[in-house]
């Protein structure tokens, strides 16, 4: 029991100070670490006797599966935030005007600014767009197209 919690604690602690570092690092991968780390004492916690290994085990696997999940919805956060931007700049702004996302949760941030506005030979309505994302302050900048959907909302095609 003792070693496990010997192994556990500086696991835990190193997860913690990824995460204190690297804000914008991958939160899937930090909350797999961290939920596999608290199950596992958990489970250890829990179980006795011959089956506090399966306990700690168990418990390990479904704190990990649990802490994925978690941290990937937590990127998805960022990427509805840069989604509900690039439709709202598609929709109402005119070109060269950008508009800013921000998820005050991660700091990462961008801005979408459309740039030029066609119709197609078979009528349909695209417009090309700049886009930059900034996670943990390393900016990446894109060039793309959307174009309108028959239920009005912008598909992006490159």
């Known amino acids: 029991m003792r070693s496990l919690r010997l192994m556990i604690v500086p ?28 199950g596992g004492l958990a489970g250890a916690q829990i179980g006795s006797g011959d089956g506090q290994l399966a ?22 956060a960022d990427r ?38 066609y119709q197609t030979s078979d009528g349909q309505y695209c417009r ?3 886009q930059t994302v900034i996670v943990g302050g390393r900016e990446e900048s894109a060039y793309g197209r959307a174009c309108r959907q028959p239920d009005g909302s912008w598909q992006i095609q490159n």
Do not use: H
């Open 11 to 38: 696991a835990m602690a190193l997860a913690l100070a990824a995460c204190n570092t690297s804000q914008g690092g991958n939160k899937q991968t930090l909350g797999t670490l961290l939920g596999g780390a608290a």
């Open 128 to 130: 090309e767009f700049q």
């Open 55 to 76: 306990a700690t085990a168990a418990g390990a696997l479904l704190g990990a599966f649990f802490g994925n999940q978690i941290g990937e919805s937590l990127d998805r």
């Open 80 to 117: 509805l935030y840069a989604e509900q931007a690039s439709q709202d700049a598609l929709e109402n702004n005119a070109s060269g005007q950008q508009i800013v996302w921000n998820n005050p949760e991660t700091g990462n941030s961008g801005t979408v600014t459309p740039t030029k506005t």
